[in-house]
């Protein structure tokens, strides 16, 4: 897709996107929608080891530094499994 059709979807909102780029609020929310709609990739690297990254037919990958079998079971319809992204 060419930058002029990213920018025609973008919302107006979000201001320019880019590489480093500090997302937080309602801006993640958006951030995630233009790259599950494959407008744009992106890597989400939060605090404590956590990140998203995205895979295609909707995958994402969410991982952290956090023993997950330790948080219990996950919501229904969620499901963990130990590995790493392979986007990593």
Known sequence: MLD???????????????????????????????????????KLIGDNGVYVNFGYDYYMYIGSNIDMISLGEPPQGM?????ESPYA
């Not at 997302?23 to 599950?36: A, C, I, Y």
């Open 4 to 42: 002029s059709e990213i920018e025609k979807l973008r919302p107006a909102s979000l201001g320019p996107v880019y590489e480093g780029m500090v997302v937080s609020g309602t801006n993640l929310d958006k951030v995630v929608r233009m790259t599950l709609r494959e407008l744009i990739w992106c």
């Open 79 to 83: 499901f963990y499994e130990e590995m």
